[in-house]
Structure formats: structure tokens, C-alpha cells
DNA sequence: GGAGGGCGGAGATACGTTTCTCCATGAGCG
DNA sequence: CGCTCATGGAGAAACGTATCTCCGCCCTCC
């Protein structure tokens, strides 16, 4: 009695004045309990439909919002994922990694959306203050960089991590990659189909998976069919770094005569550097680079990439981790049951489970000797109006 | 006392497993109580450094991380800012905004991080109740509709939204813009000293503020200087109709000897259109286009390009939000002083505060139609290695 | 006619902070 | 010696929700 006073009456006592209506207020106005009136938005508890319609349409009327902290302070939920992007230098994510993580941002945000979760970005550089000032319900990380800090304590508190990219030594709930080994492997092949003697890579100085696994399947590859190694590594966020490389691979003395570049600019600053060369594409030199732009289909000649398909990346890592989130026992952070179908486990107990996802090489004139057509490609319905 | 012994006594009572360490166990370890471990660790309070540190030691040691989600409730502050971005179909933000977009929520995502706030991805298609599930202390909208109903009912209910580009009918607490007018004037005067008779324009159908502002600035100056408008309007969101829209401009039988273009991808467009028809960029077509894309400096001929400064865009919203949001009144929404220093406003009372922003125009080959430099413009550092 | 069971709903507690209020102690001072 | 003040810190009330527990009622069945 006392309590339902005080209940009931606090608002009344302390001037209320034009604050937002609280689910107290909902009940009052329904001369219903708060139990009730809560039971009754959510869809939870046994009430008639009378009763429920016409909480909701109290709760309409007087405008009442639930209160999004209170509830994830309650429940442990707050349907925020954080995405952590690397990030060099002051600015968060690279340059050369633009079109990728936009694309692959947007994939994420939509399949997150989908689920009812919504996307925090996150740099890896934030200030720790405000990591910690953030409920989240898991992260997806991308790229993580062996031993990183951040991951490994997420991880530890109980926070899912779901890492693009497979991750060196950080323990993470699963991740997802592309098989770049196999990708790799594919290129060269391909080239050396078109013609390619000696094929070169450009290359970047950086330590993480994408890199290192690329450089080396194709070190593996070089030293299976007898070519000696012909590459150029440089700083991959520094944009004015890949010309310079771009330009040193065309410049030596065992110049290649294909060359398959790992980021994004590679393909128009390898352009620019056959030119100066005086180097046709394709007849003296075949072009492949790693990119999901699109401004590739236009250039002259047209480049052949490897899209790393960053959409499906996206949405895969979103829906594994609120998997892992969702399946997860709040408590001590052990699994309820299998996190994941069978098809997404790589071991049994040992290793995080992790998926790896097909590439797509997208051919166009610059990786084909003779092409049967050597016009430029008819442009986008050229009479359609 | 009773009540006491129940704070303290509640967890050890609870069959508490391994659950992380609350303000209390620090409390308890320190000895200390709860009121001392909140002013030691937040700063606030009069308390000797020994105490200070001693507190800060013990929660390290326990590995003591403050629930954001209480933090929140308690102070209604979340360090939340949503990111609304505009929609077509299915996809978060839209094709012919991409560099931009992506730019801009850079800029803005390492603005709000180093006032502490972190920013959450909301495309306006989020279903209702993933918006009202999250705690957001304000909200930067981009470009949104005319009476866009979200950001009608945020700024109702008391969380400030600032808004990249000025607002149609929505409240909004304040916007940023460029200078659209300006920014086609100049251009089209640009064009004129290059010597072009007949300028055309390749604009969009929709109606964000964005499209019309540029189209009216055009259509005015067509006005004033005599000329006839020769314009083609398309839907901005298909990327295949821009190519269309293009061929179309340049197959008139007034046929317009300059083309100023509103969307990124209408500068590739364009050349392509021109060279089907055997038109020579910059002798036969004087070409400008809109674009945060760097490829225009490496298109044959380099592209003019009208830079809308999206870092500086997303960085002064956000300041803007932030402002707001800490110099509001938390209760009622009121201001309790001046918002923004008064270079900020525009009016006295009525509509919100706007600042225009400076736009740039990166003059290249495309536009000047005698070039000095009749070379491609050397690479970057060639001798440098 | 009493016991059991389903229905509809109320009470109260806990989530983990921040912060307002207030108390004890000791020093300084008239 | 008593009063005031500053210092250091404790108590307890919120913040607004979800949910666990339990209670009354009416109906039915043996």
C-alpha cells in the first residue's frame, strides 16, 4: 500500500513538468499496473486482447516512448553491434580499403537492421572511455591485427567478436574471410592461360591476414612453377606510396610482363606507370588488381579485378555474431548449444569457427592477349532511351 | 543499517558466478562505499589523491568496467549520435552519393569521437521500433525530405537533430549546407570564360535540396544571361540511367557546347557519351562535373570537379549536434543560453540556424579549352623513390 | 461443497549507476 | 570553552523498465 503510494505518487509530489511520459504514466492513464501496461507492449504475458489494444492505444495517445536505457539495463540488451574499423593515422578506416568497407558496411548495416540491431562504428584508435561507455551486445571487427588489445578484452568480458578477416592470435566467437589463398592462385592462372612469362605482384607492407596470405600463395605458386619471385611491397595507406611502387615494379630490370596489384589505386597507378613506360595493356603488359570499384569497366583499357564480394562478407559476419549473441548464455558467456551449423565449424573444440567465402574475378580486356574484340565495348544501351 | 547490510549483502547472498565486478565489489574491496568509488573513479567530489588513487587501483585489479547501460539511465546520456542516411530501395545511402557519404560520415565519426561520442548508423528505412530502441543524445540527418515524419517526431520528443542540408519543413535544431547557388554560378561562370555559348546541365528528378537549389541557380542564370535552358533530368539513384541521361544531353539537336553535371558518376558518363559522338573534350565539349572521386584527375582528359568538402561538412554538423546537446536543457528542450556564437545564425527567432559552407572547384583539362600544358600532367614524384 | 485450475492482474524487486543530502570529526578562533 | 567551517565520506533516493512471485476470482469436476 505504501509502495503503490509511493509509486504512483512520486511523479505527483516532484514537479512534473513536461518530461516524457513513463510507462507509470501509460498505467495510470489505463488505471491500469505497470506490470500490465508492460506486458502488453511487449506481447508478453496472458492478457486479454481488449486489455492489450487498449494499453497500446493509451500508450499511443499520451505518446509514451519506452526508455531504451532502462530496458537495456534490465535485460542486458542494448541491439547495438559495434563495427571497428582500422584506422591509420588520425582518420578511421584507409583509403585503400574504401570501396570494400563501404560496401561492406552497408551489407552489414542492412543485415543487422534486418535482425533489429543497429551498427556503432567504432575506430580501433577511439579513446577507451568511450568504448567503455558503450553497451554492446557484440562487435564485429575487421582486420584485426595480431594480438590486439582491444579484441582481447572485448572478448574477455563476455562481448562476442565476430572478426573479418582470420584472425592471427586474438580469441575471437568466429570469423569470416575470403580464400584468398585460392584467389590468388586463380589469378595466376589465369593470367598465365593469357600468356603471362613472368608474373609480378604489388604488394603491401602491412602485417595483416589479407596481405600476408596473398603474398604468400603466390611465393607458393612462384616456387611450384619455377618463376623467380618478382614484387613490390609498399605501405598500403599511403596513397601516394603505391604509385611510387607501381612505377619501381615496371622499372626493373626483370620486368614483368603481367602484374596482379593487391589494393584498390593499384590498377590506375599500374596504368599510369605503363604508360609512361610506353607499355600497351594488354599486349605488353596484363593488368589485374584486387577492387570493388566499378571504374575499372571504364577505364582504358578496362581492368579485370578480384572482387572480394564485401556485401556477402558483410552479411555474413553480422548474422554470425547476433547468432553468437542470441544463442549465448548471458550468464558465464558458454555456449547453449551449437552456436553454429555444422557447415561453419572448421574444428571441433580448438579454433573459433570460421567460414570462408568464394571470391569473384571479374575479366575484362587488361588480362586478355588477344581479345576477339578489339573496339571499345558498346556502351550501356546506346540507342535505348 | 538493514539497509545497508542489503546492499552489500545482496550479491553474496545471490549466488554470484562469475559475474563481472559492479561499483559495489570495488566498494567492498576498497572500503570504501559506493558514493566514494563514483567521485574517485569520475573525478567528481572532495576527496584526498591518496583515496582517489587507492579506489582507481582496487577497480583496475578487479577489472571493473562501469555499465554504460545504468551510466545512461542514471545521467540520460548515452554518447550516442545517430547517423540518419537517406535510402533508395533496399540499401542504406544511395549509389550517386557514395564518396561523398562515405567522406562525410568519416569526417563526422572522428569529430564526434573526439568529443566522446560515438555514431550510430540509422538509414531512415529502420524499422520503428530499432529507432525507439536505442538511446541517442541527438541525431545528424542527411539531406532529409520535405516533412520527413522521423525527424519530426525526434525533434518532438526532444532530441536535437542537425541536419546536412537545409531542411524543407522539418524542425530541426540546426543545418548545414553548401553553398549550392554560389557554387553553380561560379562554375557556369567558369565555363563561360572558357568560352562556352550553350552550357548545359544533367540534373536529377528528386526533389532534395541538393537537386533543386543547383537546378533553380541554373535555370536563373539562364534567365539572366539570355541563354535557353538544355538540361536532362534523371533519376539520380540508377546508375544506368545517368549514362542514358547523358547520351540523351549530348543528342540533342541543341546540342550544348558545355556540360555542368550534378551527380558523381555523370563526369565517366559524359566522356563516354562524347566520345561516341566524336566530340573532344575540351576543344568540342567543355565538361564539369560534381564528385569527391579522385579518378577525375586521371581520366584522358582529367576532369573538372566541384568539390562539396564533405569533411568539412561532417565535422561542422556534428560540432553542431554536440553543441546543442550539451548546452540544452536536459528537461524541456529549451535552450539555456545561446546555442551558437552568432556567426551561426540566420535569423533572429524563427527559422533554425544555418551555416553555408564554401564549395572548391578542382579546374582541370576538361574545362579550359586552352590548356597551357598540352602533356599529361607528370606523375607523382616519377624520379622519387 | 470443497478442491483444483485457468485467467487476469497487482506488488515488489533488481538492473548498476549518479548524485543530493547529510553526518562525523577535528581544527581554528573569538 | 563553545561555535563555525572545512574536510572526508556515508546513506539512500532516484533513473524506468522487465519480470518473478503471488493473489483473488470464477468455473468446473468429482
Avoid at 111 to 116: H, N, T, V
Avoid at 134 to 162: K, M, N
Avoid at 341 to 349: E, N
Wanted: net charge neutral; proline share 8%.
Amino acid at each position: 500500500m505504501t509502495a503503490a503510494a509511493n509509486q504512483n505518487g512520486r511523479r505527483a509530489t516532484a514537479s512534473r513538468r513536461l518530461e516524457r511520459a513513463g510507462i507509470r504514466d501509460v498505467a495510470a492513464a489505463a488505471g491500469v499496473s505497470i506490470t500490465t501496461v508492460s506486458d502488453a507492449l511487449n506481447g508478453k504475458g496472458r492478457l486479454p486482447d481488449e486489455t492489450r489494444s487498449r494499453v497500446r492505444e493509451v500508450a499511443e495517445r499520451l505518446g509514451y516512448r519506452p526508455s531504451a536505457a532502462a530496458r537495456t539495463l534490465r535485460t542486458g540488451r542494448s541491439g547495438l553491434i559495434g563495427l571497428t574499423v582500422t584506422t591509420y593515422g588520425e582518420e578511421p578506416f584507409t583509403f585503400t580499403e574504401f570501396a570494400y568497407f563501404a560496401e561492406m558496411a552497408r551489407a552489414a548495416t542492412s543485415a543487422a537492421l534486418g535482425r533489429g540491431y543497429a551498427l556503432v562504428v567504432l575506430p580501433a584508435s577511439s579513446r577507451h572511455d568511450v568504448w567503455s561507455n558503450i553497451a554492446l551486445d557484440g562487435t564485429v571487427v575487421i582486420d584485426p591485427p595480431d594480438q590486439d588489445p582491444l579484441v582481447t578484452e572485448l572478448y574477455r568480458s563476455g562481448v562476442p567478436v565476430v572478426s573479418d578477416g582470420k584472425p592471427g592470435n586474438c580469441p575471437v566467437t568466429a570469423w569470416v574471410d575470403n580464400d584468398h589463398e585460392a584467389a590468388v592462385l586463380n589469378i595466376l592462372e589465369h593470367l598465365s592461360d593469357a600468356g603471362a612469362r613472368r608474373i609480378g605482384l604489388l604488394t603491401g607492407t602491412s602485417t595483416d591476414t589479407y596481405t600476408r596470405l596473398s603474398t604468400e600463395a603466390y611465393l607458393a605458386w612462384c616456387d611450384r612453377v619455377g618463376q623467380e619471385p618478382v614484387y613490390e611491397a609498399y605501405p598500403a595507406h599511403d596513397p601516394a606510396a603505391g604509385a611510387v611502387a607501381a612505377d619501381r615494379l615496371l622499372a626493373r630490370p626483370d620486368r614483368p610482363d603481367a602484374v596482379y596489384g593487391l589494393f584498390d589505386p593499384n590498377g590506375t597507378d599500374l596504368l599510369a606507370a605503363a604508360r609512361r613506360y610506353g607499355l600497351r595493356v594488354p599486349d605488353d603488359l596484363l593488368l589485374v588488381c584486387c577492387s570493388e570499384s566499378d571504374v575499372y569497366a571504364n577505364t582504358e583499357p578496362p581492368i579485370t579485378t578480384l572482387s572480394l564480394k564485401p556485401r556477402r562478407i558483410g552479411t555474413t559476419v553480422v548474422n554470425l555474431l547476433i547468432d553468437a549473441i542470441e544463442g549465448v548464455d548471458a550468464g558465464t558467456g558458454t555456449a547453449t548449444g551449437r552456436l553454429f551449423p555444422p557447415r561453419y565449424r572448421t574444428a571441433g573444440t580448438g579454433p573459433p569457427p570460421g567460414t570462408l567465402m568464394p571470391t569473384e574475378l571479374i575479366v575484362r580486356a587488361s588480362s586478355q592477349r588477344r581479345t576477339p574484340r578489339t573496339t571499345v565495348s558498346p556502351p550501356r544501351a546506346p540507342g535505348e532511351v
